[in-house]
């Protein structure tokens, strides 16, 4: 069988969701993919719900436009507040998201039946994660837990700094001295894998982190099998396209911190979603 060779379109509010498309390549290294990073609006985290699902149907469209056969939401926000949105605005193009990938992992690693999440304001306002996590194991206790400024020192490459170090321990320090702390921390941003070892060191190596960009590759994995849309031709060299909404030169230098290669600027193109 031939396969289908149309690439995947994966979108975040910026740069954090090149964490899931790193995951994504790695895992299918025969597909496509197009990947947009809407830098001139971020971050989604802080905004409405009404507002973050505007957002993400003017994004999607554009990567309609460009033939995707998959929409990835590497965004946890949009996830959690504009996944069904999608899924109805888009069909019969399936749309996957990070949440429910991510509270499946958790909920496989919890061994005490606590779990923290470490999200946005905007994730943790809309309590998608607890809900997800709640529906596999009812009886489970979740903690969520707002790491605004998380976005803004992985954007920064902070990864290893004081300033980092300092709000780990703002954040996470009071709910891991307790007695009854959770066992698993589950990265409810793409942002955070960024600053995994910082937050590794703080809660020590018996908590259990989960990586929600992992999971959601295996998803996209298993939703490409179930559907036969898998490009089989796997002797073509893999292809990505970068479309960003401001500041092409910013989204290639920071970028690279979260694919873990270089991304050359002219590489990336401008694109005003207001024109698509």
């Known amino acids: 069988m031939p396969g289908d060779p149309r690439p995947i379109g994966v979108f975040d509010s910026g740069m954090g969701g090149l964490t ?32 973050v699902r505007a957002y993400a149907l003017q994004a999607t469209h554009l990567l309609l436009s460009e033939g995707v056969k998959m929409v990835v939401i590497a ?13 109805d605005a888009l069909s019969p193009v399936p ?24 999200a946005t304001e905007g994730t943790v306002r809309g309590g998608a994660y607890a809900n997800a996590i709640r529906r596999l194991m009812c009886d489970a206790v979740v903690i969520q837990q707002p790491c605004q400024v998380f976005v803004a020192l992985a954007e920064e490459g902070w990864a290893e700094t004081r300033a980092t170090a300092a ?3 703002d954040y996470l320090g009071p ?67 970068f479309f960003a909404t401001d500041s092409p030169e910013r989204f290639a230098r920071i970028g690279a911190i979260f694919l873990g290669h270089p991304i050359d600027e002219d590489d990336v193109t401008l694109v005003d979603l207001k024109m698509v």
């Open 95 to 118: 749309v996957i998201g990070v949440i429910e990938p991510g509270a499946r992992a958790g909920v496989g690693a919890t061994r005490n039946k606590r779990i923290a999440v470490l």
């Open 175 to 241: 709910l891991f001295a307790r007695p009854d702390a959770p066992d698993t921390v589950v990265l409810g941003c793409t942002h955070f894998p960024v600053l995994a070892a910082a937050i590794q060191r703080h809660v020590g190596d018996a908590i259990t982190l989960v990586d929600s960009a992992e999971t959601t590759a295996g998803a996209v994995a298993d939703a490409l099998a179930e559907r036969n849309l898998h490009a089989r031709d796997a002797s073509e060299a893999q292809s990505i396209r």
């Open 20 to 51: 899931v498309l790193r995951a994504l390549a790695a895992r299918l290294p025969q597909e496509r993919f197009v990947y947009l990073g809407d830098t001139a609006r971020l971050p989604y985290g802080t905004k409405s719900a009404e507002t």
């Open 167 to 169: 709000a780990v321990e």
């Open 75 to 87: 965004c946890n926000t949009a996830s959690s507040v504009a996944l069904e949105a999608l899924r």
